[in-house]
């Protein structure tokens, strides 16, 4: 088989590479080695930022997402018994965010991907990326137990932090920069209706918690935990009781607590692979970078790679420029690393960290209402949560 770009992983960047690539007339096909419905079945964040809203407008997959998702013109922060809100929209001259479930932005992208009629091919196995140091890289599977190859002109690398991209690529040509937190998030969806219409982000000698929804009648709340913990040892009363504590009054005794639909531990690293490019291949998204979930700016990280890797493209095709392509991987770099910077930041302000001694956590109170009380504080916060400038 033969095709202009080889994409690795079926996730939000590989799904978005190749419907804008459509759109700009660029064949492209998917290899995945999971299927469907696994994919579908993974529960993530849910905040997207307005320049991703854009990406999915023109991508052509918004529609779904204008009529089911919500906007949000500010958060909530919680911390020392109270709750205070940071008018984002008002901070940033009209931004919003909008909130709307990534597995949803990733079930339009492929019942697009089917209309448009590229091809994805699940449950390929063994991906291994091939000569991608000369213009004639080709990827191997092995799908129904026979050897296939696909010859490209490019290979982007969407396949996660977990993928076979990033370790194709000689140890001496990348360097990774890493930082693993001392604790989790445990997670649950529960079909009740959310305790504030916006999300609250709440800093409690308990630690960590979030308030979040996927819609006005399904919530999603966090609370933080060690990384050695284990699902099996939270019943949803064990959850819910422990939510409550690390909440103010209010919320406390708004909460609707019901059965979890879901319920699972996520471990919090920041995470940057340099560079994003390897001749003919590109990394995009989590294959490159991960940042903790405290700002929810994963998804959005991966449109912003994405935007860029798919003007280079078209660039190349269009004009026979290369100048995109080897722009690539710096102004994408430049921008994560921005968001690397606030979602580590707001995780060291919101998080009690095993060394946090009563002078560290009386410095996180202080940032805190240094935050909500300044326009200047509140401004920064405001024009970095609701997404930088591309
Ligand atoms: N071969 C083929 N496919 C692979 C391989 C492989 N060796 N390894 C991984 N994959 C697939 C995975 O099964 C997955 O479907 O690549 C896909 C990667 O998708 P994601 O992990 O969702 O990564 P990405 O598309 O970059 O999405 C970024 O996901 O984790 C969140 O916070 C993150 O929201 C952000 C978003
Ligand atoms: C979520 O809704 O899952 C969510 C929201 C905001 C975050 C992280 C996760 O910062």
Redesign the pocket.
């Known amino acids: 088989m033969r095709t202009q770009v080889a994409i ?9 590479l190749g419907q804008l690539l459509d759109c700009y007339g660029i064949d492209n096909v998917i ?4 299927d469907r419905e ?2 579908l079945g ?1 529960i ?2 849910g905040v997207l930022e307005q320049g991703t809203v854009g990406l999915l407008e023109e991508a052509g997959v918004a529609e779904r997402l204008h009529r089911d998702g919500l906007v949000h013109d500010g958060v909530e922060l919680c911390f020392g018994g109270s709750r205070y809100r940071i008018d984002m929209k008002a901070a940033t001259g009209g931004k919003t965010m909008v909130v709307y479930g ?1 597995t949803e932005v ?1 079930r339009d992208l492929m019942d697009a991907r089917l209309k448009v009629g590229r091809e994805t091919i699940y449950d ?4 291994s990326l091939h000569d991608f140091g000369t213009d004639q890289p080709k990827v191997r ?1 092995v799908k129904d137990g026979k050897t296939r190859e696909v010859a490209c002109d490019f290979i982007a690398g ?8 990033r370790l194709s690529v000689p140890t001496e040509a990348i360097r990774m920069f890493e930082r693993i937190y001392p604790f989790g998030w445990l997670g649950i969806l529960s079909d009740t209706p959310p305790v504030s219409p916006e999300l609250i982000y709440t800093n409690h000698e308990r630690g960590f918690a979030l308030c979040s929804m996927r819609s006005a009648t399904r919530s999603r709340y966090y609370v933080q935990c060690t990384n050695d913990d284990h699902v099996d040892n939270w019943s949803d009363d064990r959850f819910w009781d422990e939510l409550r504590r690390r909440l103010d009054p209010k919320a406390a005794a708004g909460i609707v607590i019901g059965p979890s639909i879901e319920k699972s531990i996520a471990q919090l690293r920041s995470f940057v692979a340099e560079p994003m490019r390897f001749g003919r291949l590109f990394l ?5 970078h ?2 903790p ?1 405290t700002g ?7 449109a912003s ?1 994405v935007r860029y890797l798919s003007h280079a493209l078209r660039e190349f095709y269009n004009e026979r420029s290369h100048a995109g392509i080897d722009g690539y991987s710096s102004k994408a770099l430049a921008r994560v690393w921005k968001a690397e910077r606030f979602s580590w930041w707001m995780t060291s302000m919101l998080h009690r960290f095993p060394d946090t001694d009563e002078f560290s956590a009386r410095i996180q109170l202080a940032e805190l209402n240094y935050l909500v009380s300044s326009q200047a504080a509140t401004a920064a916060m405001s024009e970095q949560y609701v997404g930088l400038p591309y």
Do not use: H, M, W
Request: net charge positive.
């Open positions: 690795i992983g079926s996730g939000p960047a590989g799904l978005l290899l995945e080695r999971k696994y994919i993974r993530r964040a990534q990733t390929a196995g063994d991906v599977y969407c396949d996660g932090f977990r993928g076979v991209s995009a998204g989590d294959a490159a991960i940042v979930p929810a700016k994963g998804l959005n990280l991966a790679d």
